[in-house]
């Protein structure tokens, strides 16, 4: 008799959780009775992206992509004129451009698989933008790409951890930041630390650092 207790309750219990999360069905069954309705549930948001704070997060991380972009894309050009002619620079900034650009796009694919949508608008006020001048140097604008780079991985890192800590725990979003971003991030910024050292002991302490220049710069054009 026990156990039949015990069988009976846990059947119950069971059932209350999976009416409780039955909201499509819900919207359906409430939309084709004779008062009508919508269908709000009968989406594929679920988990983390339930609400909409981490959907407000990866939004501006894929507007922040595509500022960047067109950022490298500018520092791309000032070093690809017939003045500066450093096709080396002008390779890699363009590889960068092009690498957060497609970035961006698979963030908005990856908001739409999840149920959201894409909103243009959800973006962080950055400290002085507007002064930032992406006519440099090569030296400053090898630092400039390597401060641009650690921001978009620490920003991956803060929306990793926003779903880790959250009590609708989502793992597929935390792999797929890790799997997408962070491990090339990881990558990137090592490779753009070590061109901005070497650069700087090449150039540092000549009265002119023409010739090193112009032979990093070949060095890049066949690296890359």
């Not at 690809?80 to 960068?96: A, P």
């Not at 540092?204 to 650092?209: E, K, S």
């Not at 010739?211 to 066949?222: G, N, T």
Request: hydrophobic share 35%.
């Amino acid at each position: 008799m026990s156990i039949k207790l015990f069988a009976i309750c846990v059947t119950t219990i069971l059932c209350v959780g999976y009416v409780a999360g039955e909201y499509c069905y819900n919207d359906v069954v409430g939309a084709c009775s004779p008062v009508g309705g919508e269908v709000q549930n009968c989406n594929s948001r679920y988990g983390a992206f339930k609400g909409d704070e981490l959907l407000v997060n990866v939004q501006g991380y894929a507007n922040t992509h595509i500022l960047r972009s067109f950022q490298f894309l500018l520092m791309s050009s000032h070093f690809g004129n017939f003045e500066k002619n450093r096709g080396g620079f002008e390779k890699l900034y363009r590889q960068l451009s092009d690498n957060t650009w497609e970035k961006a796009i698979d963030l908005v694919k990856f908001i739409g698989k999840r149920g959201g949508h894409m909103n243009f608008r959800a973006r962080k006020d950055e400290k002085n933008e507007k002064q930032i001048d992406f006519e440099m140097y090569e030296l400053g604008s090898m630092a400039r790409a390597l401060d641009m780079q650690k921001g978009l991985a620490e920003e991956a890192h803060f929306i990793h951890a926003e779903v880790t800590r959250r009590k609708e725990h989502d793992p597929e979003v935390a792999s797929y930041l890790e799997n997408n971003f962070v491990h090339q991030h990881s990558d990137i910024i090592r490779t753009l630390a070590g061109h901005t050292n070497d650069l700087k002991k090449l150039i540092g302490n000549q009265p002119d650092p023409s010739l090193s220049l112009y032979l990093f710069d070949e060095y890049l054009q066949k690296s890359l």
